[in-house]
């Protein structure tokens, strides 16, 4: 059949549908398993009442049955009750077609949605409705006889509707595009921070970085009317303190009413200023204090930033009972200490690419990137911190390729109510453009002090690979076509540690898992989440440990298998030694997705979800232990000569490194992901008492039993 004389054509009315009825009932009788069944005269009326879309293919005078579409109606929604296409008609984009035709015909009756039922377990067909703009919105039970789970999925129409759309989408399936309830906090400045700014005072750095993190954004700060009532008594008779020309750059917010303020006095002094409140001997300071304090409080501020000890020592009972915080100036950097990254790594391209941070003289040549991509001058410096001074508010890195910069990645000291605000460049006319865009990605993400991290990724224009490689981690899309959303979970969930790294999960992102971690069904079971805008949505396991990706999501029953790796490979493939390197590291360390290749024997121990526990054996002076453990996405067999160079930079493998393993030509190719290291490796006497093996058996890929991997993770990863 030549595919240029090919033509498909949709039939649509009834006179045109009804003679291929007994056609298209045969044609789902053939696919029972995905489509189910319903008797002829289901599709003899469906035909009659025009809700059955049958396509045809022309092939010079020959016409045949493609495939067809059944659906039914209830205003304003309809429901897709069967989609199939004849095998032989596949890759012309049918169905896709087919469905295009359902949502042109019901937005132009003003119906609102289109829904669809999918078994869980039927992947193909779940990634289509997920690419057809059909969002997954709850679980379901299907029928007795298969016992299987449904998920119930939903395709919102460009119709005008009295209530919003729900806003769920398969480009933010997390709901990460909404900023929080209150996304940057505001709070009051004490009059002693303020002091603190002359230059020989002992805190005066700590000031000059908040102020510069509140000029990126992280924070915003405002003063109380007492600021300058404050000022105005300490003034010298006669004389106006310089301070209070600074105080008229800053917001001002009024103190308390006095009745509202005494009632203030007396539940915060007693614990602020207990002798002095109890001997009824308050000075007008400890009064001014009480005011600032009663200014948030009253007006609902996050809180007050002041370098009084006393104030501080209050600052439980303070949240607790008013929700304020008190804070000292250094409490804003708060990720003061660096990880030195990968530093210089060898590209796909062969290239040497360095990670550095941005020292003075660079600044010239970052402003000429990010001006040839269309970053306008006052942006350059303000919004990317691209300018000539230096502060320790601000973390800047430049990727290098021999002397020409082709790379720029920004992110505040501080974090913007628990999320990383990050700037990141790459000039894409470079072939190694991707490659910079990992080493940059993967360096912002090893940064995280904490389990749960937000990065909100703010890109230049004329981003497109920067985006591909973004998205390959877990970041998920906007509406802004310059920002790019991620929540990174840095942890293995387990079953005593799911309600405590639930909770984080939400405080942090305001993404709510399932109150008790389910059992383990399938790799692409679903899961119900709760989104930061209270939708409810349905998300399928694998998809959400690659959107909280490091995270493994180690649900009971989950299948496993430990696979042996030299020390040699190991290093390059896993980084887990954290050795200084003196040459290049390898370019395995830059993807998100890595791979392992072993002999062809070893392909049935992989399965798509699986747990991988990598043993490093004691060649070459290997620990003789399970160092980390990783996530199947697939596995595939391949020549020896056919393996791909992709395949070979994700493995840390050079084409003749191939002959080691094994003698067949034939090599399985293991693609894994979301690798954790072990907090505490997992030792060779502890492995035997597992019933895991021997050294000798270790040396082999081998499934593991549903109490060996409990096993193991219960002692690589301590509670």
């Not at 010079?60 to 069967?82: C, I, K, N």
Request: aromatic content about 6%; hydrophobic content about 40%.
């Amino acid at each position: 059949m030549g595919t240029q004389k090919l033509a498909i054509e949709l039939l649509l009315k009834r006179q045109d549908v009804q003679p291929y009825a007994k056609q298209v009932a045969r044609a789902a009788e053939s696919d029972r398993l995905a489509l189910g069944w319903f008797p002829f005269k289901v599709y003899e009326e469906a035909a009659i009442s025009e809700r059955l879309i049958v396509a045809i293919a022309r092939d010079a005078d020959e016409v045949r049955y493609a495939g067809h579409l059944m659906f039914t109606t209830t205003f304003p929604r309809g429901h897709v009750s069967q989609i199939h296409v004849d095998s032989s008609h596949r890759r012309y984009g049918i169905a896709k077609r087919m469905l295009d035709a359902l949502k042109d015909q019901l937005s132009a009756l003003n119906y609102i949605a289109i829904h669809a039922k999918v078994a869980e377990d039927l992947r193909t067909s779940q990634e289509f409705w997920q690419s057809q703009g059909f969002y997954a919105h709850r679980a379901v039970p299907g029928g007795k006889t298969r016992g299987r789970t449904l998920v119930a999925r939903s395709h919102e129409l460009p119709t005008r509707q009295l209530f919003p759309t729900s806003g769920l989408s398969h480009g933010d399936p997390l709901g990460l595009a909404a900023e929080p309830a209150i996304a940057t906090k505001l709070y009051l400045l004490d009059l002693n921070v303020m002091f603190d700014l002359g230059p020989r005072r002992a805190r005066h750095q700590d000031v000059v970085d908040l102020f510069a993190l509140e000029r990126l954004g992280v924070c915003r700060l405002a003063l109380s009317t007492e600021f300058d009532a404050e000022l105005k008594r300490s003034a010298t008779m006669g004389k106006t303190d310089p301070m209070q020309g600074l105080g008229q750059v800053f917001p001002k917010f009024a103190a308390p009413p006095e009745e509202v303020m005494k009632q203030y006095t007396q539940e915060i002094a007693p614990v602020v200023f207990p002798e002095r409140f109890a001997a009824g001997a308050l000075t007008d300071n400890d009064l001014s204090d009480l005011r600032h304090l009663g200014t948030a409080i009253y007006h609902k501020l996050a809180g007050l930033v002041t370098s009084d000890g006393a104030i501080r020592d209050a600052s439980a009972m303070l949240r607790s009972r008013y929700g304020i915080e008190v804070l000292s100036p250094s409490a804003f950097k708060v990720l003061d200490e660096l990880d030195t990254g990968l530093g210089a790594v060898t590209a796909s391209t062969r290239d040497t690419l360095e990670l550095l941070e941005l020292t003075p003289g660079r600044e010239v040549a970052v402003r000429g990137l990010l001006g040839s991509l269309g970053v306008a001058v006052a942006d350059q410096s303000t919004l990317w911190a691209a300018d000539d001074g230096s502060s320790r508010a601000r973390h800047r890195h430049v990727v290098l390729e021999g002397e020409r910069t082709i790379g720029y990645l920004m992110w505040p000291s501080g974090l913007r109510n628990a999320t990383c605000d990050a700037f990141l460049a790459v000039d894409e006319r470079v072939t190694c453009a991707p490659d910079a865009a990992r080493l940059m990605l993967v360096h912002l993400m090893g940064q995280a002090n904490e389990e749960v991290q937000r990065i909100r990724l703010r890109l230049a224009p004329q981003q497109a690979s920067v985006r591909e490689v973004a998205l390959e981690v877990g970041f998920t899309g906007t509406d802004k076509a310059q920002e790019l959303n991620k929540v990174s979970l840095h942890s293995v969930l387990l079953p005593h540690n799911w309600s405590t790294l639930r909770s984080k999960l939400q405080a942090v992102s305001e993404i709510a898992l399932p109150s008790l971690m389910p059992a383990f069904r399938a790799a692409d079971q679903y899961l119900e989440l709760t989104r930061p805008d209270g939708q409810r949505t349905q998300v399928s396991a694998f998809a959400l440990e690659t959107l909280l990706s490091p995270a493994l999501i180690c649900m009971p029953g989950r299948p496993g298998v430990l696979v042996p790796i030299k020390r040699d490979y190991a290093e390059h493939l896993l980084g887990h030694l954290g050795q200084m390197q003196l040459l290049p590291r390898s370019k395995a360390l830059l993807y998100q997705q890595r791979h392992y290749l072993s002999s062809p024997r070893a392909l049935k121990a992989f399965q798509r979800g699986s747990l991988m526990f990598f043993y490093e054996s004691s060649r070459s002076k290997g620990l003789t232990a399970v160092v980390a453990v990783a996530r199947v996405n697939n596995a595939y067999l391949s020549a020896e000569g056919a393996v791909e160079k992709d395949d070979l930079d994700r493995s840390a493998l050079e084409a003749g490194d191939l002959a080691a393993i094994g003698k067949s030509e034939i090599k399985t190719v293991v693609a894994f992901s979301n690798l954790i290291m072990l907090q505490k490796p997992v030792s060779l006497e502890s492995l035997k008492k597992f019933g895991c093996g021997d050294a000798t058996k270790l040396l082999t890929s081998r499934p593991l039993t549903s109490k060996q991997i409990e096993n193991i993770l219960l002692e690589g990863f301590p509670a």
